[in-house]
């Protein structure tokens, strides 16, 4: 693959080298796209395995591994690693970031939230770190597959960093695009995760916002967040609570979201990054959050107990 030569980046005039940290169902995801053109990155885990498996509509793709689950067995940094664990679990994936990078590393992060680089850039001096949105649905399989459930696509900000995301990314299953207005994408797609928490508290799929009753306190729960979402700077139209709604309306009955995954399976929630975000954002900027103040601990107790 031919990669725009960049002083800031190591080994500018070869092919890059690429990990994934956290291959699980997005990164697995990222994995495949990349494996299916020649791209094979070096997989970071927690759980060992032989090799990831992506399904969808169309067959399967096999990644080779193994899931390496030590980074001092890391030898050298790589040039771009795609940081795909739980916001809950940066921390203790922090060994694989210092053992994959040095300065000019590009630390591309896969997850939900607003605060992706707030987060990680101080367990990464000296590396770019690059948010992104993930839009696609992904679900972990009872065998160890992952199943794609749409078209895998990213935004990522428009900044130089972004560059060696796309050229590595380019080709493949997995397209991306940049925003000039990256923190309006983001916040609107925090939007759509913050009620996707209403999941949870169900413990129903996408098909519950067909009931006119949900529909009714998730436009307002969207509408509180919205208020947010600009007071935060984000340019967002009157619209963006009914699109929401009506895009969960259209998708299938059982599409579920990551945060109802982790709460069948009983793991710690990302209920800060989803929906405690927005509370906090919003008392910061004193403004009313009736719902959320509800919704929050209720998400919170979910995930962390007691009892
Ligand atoms: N799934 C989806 O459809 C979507 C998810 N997102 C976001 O993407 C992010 C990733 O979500 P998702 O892929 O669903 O999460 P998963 O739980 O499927 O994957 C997380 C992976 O990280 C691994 N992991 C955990 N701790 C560590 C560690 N210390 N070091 C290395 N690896 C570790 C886990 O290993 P183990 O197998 O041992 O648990 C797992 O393989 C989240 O922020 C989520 O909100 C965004 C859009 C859609
Ligand atoms: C797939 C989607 C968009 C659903 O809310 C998501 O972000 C998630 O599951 O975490």
């Known amino acids: 693959m031919a990669r725009t030569d960049s002083p800031d980046l190591p080994n500018a005039s070869a092919e890059p080298t690429i990990a994934i940290v956290g291959p699980g169902a997005i990164g697995t995801t990222v994995a495949a796209a990349l494996h299916e053109v020649g791209r094979t990155p070096i997989l970071c885990g927690r759980t060992p395995r032989e090799r ?3 399904q969808d509509a169309t067959g399967s793709v096999i990644v080779p591994g193994p ?14 690693v795609f940081l795909a664990v739980k916001a809950t679990q940066v921390d203790a994936a922090a060994p694989w970031l210092g053992a994959l990078c040095h300065p000019g590393t590009a630390v ?11 987060t990680v850039a101080p367990l990464v001096p000296g590396s770019p770190v690059v948010p992104s949105v993930v839009w696609f649905p992904a679900q972990g399989q009872p065998d160890g ?20 995301v796309l050229e590595a990314l380019r ?3 997995c397209s991306v695009e940049t925003a000039a207005d990256f923190a309006s994408v983001a916040w609107r797609k925090l939007l759509q995760n913050a009620v996707a928490g209403l999941m949870v508290l169900s413990g129903r799929r996408s098909g519950m916002f067909g009931r006119p009753d949900i529909a009714r306190v998730s436009l307002e729960y969207l509408r509180e967040c ?3 979402a600009r ?3 984000a340019v967002l139209g009157d619209e963006v609570p009914r699109e929401i709604i009506e895009t969960f309306q259209a998708s299938p009955a059982d599409l579920g979201t990551s945060i109802l995954a982790d709460r069948e399976a009983g793991r710690p929630l990302e209920w800060d990054t989803r929906n405690g975000v927005v509370l906090r954002r919003g008392r910061a900027h004193g403004l009313p959050m009736p719902i959320s103040s509800i919704v929050v601990p209720l998400l919170a107790s979910a995930s962390d107990g007691p009892g």
């Open 231 to 233: 007071a935060e700077g």
């Open 226 to 228: 919205l208020e947010v």
């Open 52 to 54: 990831l498996e992506l």
């Open 108 to 118: 591309c992060v896969l997850q939900n939230g607003v605060e992706q680089e707030a």
């Open 171 to 173: 080709d493949t299953r």
């Open 145 to 164: 597959s992952v199943w794609l459930r749409g078209e895998a696509r990213l935004t990522l900000p428009d900044v130089p960093a972004a560059r060696i």
């Open 67 to 80: 899931v390496r689950t030590d980074p001092e067995q890391i030898d050298e940094p790589v040039d771009l």
